[in-house]
């Protein structure tokens, strides 16, 4: 079992500190939505599902350490500074977006149908708020469940796998996306083998998913990612299994950087490229992913590993976070809502109008 990732106990958030992991399993306590978004921004939590829990869990802590507001007018401008801060985070993951605008919703909603403040009724905010942070961790766990069962289906009995940077359960409230399937088809005896590429410069595939896959006991390894072309070409890989951060409304999709690269190269070796993602992933406002942002982290992540410096002194280095894969590339992607293919346009919002069981 993969530890607890959020645990919220009123008034404090306790965050399971990932840069710490495999070797040491740490939380990191937070109480405001400043705090939380820290915590975001210095990835010791990261995962774009995750992220939007820990982002939903900042509203009612943040109201619960602030001074109370005397008026509902005070309240929402809580509200909204609190939506401010937690978007500022991370730019690339949909999901926080979406869990912020959402409880931002839900307040304003609550407001809107009142009329006197008081304390009580302030209280009673609060806990519709810890209810909805609630909701979004619940449905993220069934998503991730659905998602698994509908990308194991995709593949075949004695299937060698490879994936990259973490779509765990590390990433999520639940079984993860990528990996999620990877387990899930584990569990039918379809895996045969899976790789995991270390993801440089962070190393989320070398210290969190081949972590994971270990505790799984799925048959696995790890390499570096200028490994994959190499193996693609010698080792019977027969699917690529990612995780998406947003998803643009024809199907481009961001994702960890090095992700196009695989889809480049799974597309020369004819290996089905799948991107598996919950559909608050899916950004229908962008025509194509040219007009995601990307995030741009320090250079000291690509000069530094461990705390030590590998490069020569002085040196500057990029750090686009993340990269984006075109749609004509992914063989399908899956949501909890069913499977997109081929991906286009009209099949992604197809995909969004289809009832699902949340
Ligand atoms: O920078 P990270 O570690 O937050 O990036 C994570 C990824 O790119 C994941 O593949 C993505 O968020 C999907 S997680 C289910």
């Given amino acids: 079992m993969i530890p607890a990732r959020l ?23 937070v109480r405001n939505a ?22 939903a869990w900042g509203f009612p802590l943040e109201l619960k350490a602030c001074r109370r507001p005397s008026s509902w007018k005070e309240t929402l401008a809580l509200i909204n500074s609190t939506a401010r801060v937690l978007k500022a985070a991370r730019p690339t993951a949909l999901a926080l977006f979406y869990a912020a605008d959402r409880m931002r919703g839900k307040a304003a909603c609550f407001i809107a149908d009142q009329k006197d403040f008081s304390p009580k009724k302030y209280a009673v ?5 810890e209810r909805e942070a609630y909701k979004i961790t619940e449905e993220d766990r069934l998503a991730c469940a659905r ?26 409230m639940g079984i993860g996306t990528a990996v999620g399937v990877i387990t899930e088809a584990h569990s039918r005896n379809k895996i045969k083998h899976a790789y995991s590429s270390e993801t440089r410069p962070y190393l989320q595939g070398a210290r969190l998913t081949i972590w994971e896959l270990q505790r799984s006991k799925v048959p696995s390894e790890l390499i570096t990612d200028n490994m994959a072309g190499h193996l693609m070409k010698t080792a019977g890989i027969n699917a690529v299994i990612v995780g998406a951060d947003r998803i643009a409304a ?71 976070g993340f990269d984006v894969t075109p749609a004509g590339l992914i063989t399908a992607i899956v949501t909890e809502k069913g499977v997109i293919r081929p991906v286009n346009k009209k099949t992604v919002a197809n995909n969004l109008k289809h009832f699902a069981f949340l």
């Fill in 250 to 320: 024809n199907g481009d999709t961001a994702n960890k950087i090095g992700t196009y690269s695989l889809a480049v190269l799974a597309a020369y070796h004819k290996i089905p490229f799948y991107v598996i993602a919950p559909t608050p992933t899916i950004d229908i406002t962008l025509k194509t992913g040219d007009e995601i942002r990307i995030e741009e982290r320090s250079s000291e992540e690509v000069t530094f590993i461990n705390g030590r410096l590998v490069a020569p002194k002085g040196v500057r280095a990029r750090h686009p």
């Fill in 147 to 172: 998602m698994g069962e509908l990308g194991a289906g995709l593949l075949k009995k004695k299937s060698i796998v490879l994936t990259h940077c973490n779509a765990g359960a590390l990433a999520t």
């Fill in 7 to 29: 645990i919220y106990k009123t008034p404090v958030l306790k965050i399971l500190d990932q840069r710490l992991l495999p070797h040491k399993t740490a939380y990191m306590i």
């Fill in 34 to 55: 400043a705090q939380t978004a820290k915590a975001i921004k210095d990835m010791v939590l990261r995962g774009a599902p995750l992220i939007g829990c820990a982002a």
């Fill in 125 to 129: 905010l609060i806990r519709s708020l």
